[in-house]
């Protein structure tokens, strides 16, 4: 590989965005109008980029007590990076019991 | 015997009460979580649950798990029910059964408490003039 075709991949690579997926619950339901819905998201973001852009996009997420977000039927701290195939779910207060 | 279900029928107590049974038992502690009729004065008329079902799985199996750990309780049912509830229904049953009475209460007021706090359900209440999530806001 020259270096040019290096750059291209490199590029591709930061510059690529994937379509999410996304569950919603509970109140998180009602603030999305529906029960899923698909976010486009520039590769590796992140559970916290996630949750800046949901606040961005609507804004109500702001106003809840708090919300978590699950991967893969886990808790995500903010750090934890999303792939494309993942199994992402807004978890809005629960309330259980 | 940790036996954890999440259904979309009636909870049973005798249920719970027998899956916990073990001859070594020597105390046997059941919460019944039932819906009530009013919220700060407010005349409740039925409740909805819905639940992010794999997970609120996984979650209440970690809370039997640390129940198991913490105070030896391996015999525990948690059963947490889901759709539309009418007043006086039970909503949840946690039943635990320990070899002395003191884990037994210890284990289960944990798995309640804990359960309120992570595991993936929620709940609507209905009024006669609106509904609303309950603990979304602050």
Sequence with gaps: MNAFGKYLIIANYYFYE???EILAFGIAKDIVNGSSFTMQLPAESTVGSLKAQ???TYPDFERLASFAIAVNEAYRQDDYTISDKDEVVIIPPVSGG | MIDIQLKDVPL???ECNQLVAFAGAGGTVVFVGTVRDQTKGKKVVRLEFEAYKPMAISEMRKIAEVAKEKWSADKI????RV???DIGEIAVIIAVATPHRKAAFEACEYAIDTLKETVPIWKKEIFEDGEVWVAAHP
């Design chain 1, 18 to 20: 994937m379509d999410i």
């Design chain 2, 12 to 14: 049973s107590t005798e």
């Design chain 2, 83 to 85: 759709g539309v509830l």
């Design chain 1, 54 to 56: 949901l606040c961005a």
């Design chain 2, 77 to 80: 049912a948690i059963h947490h």
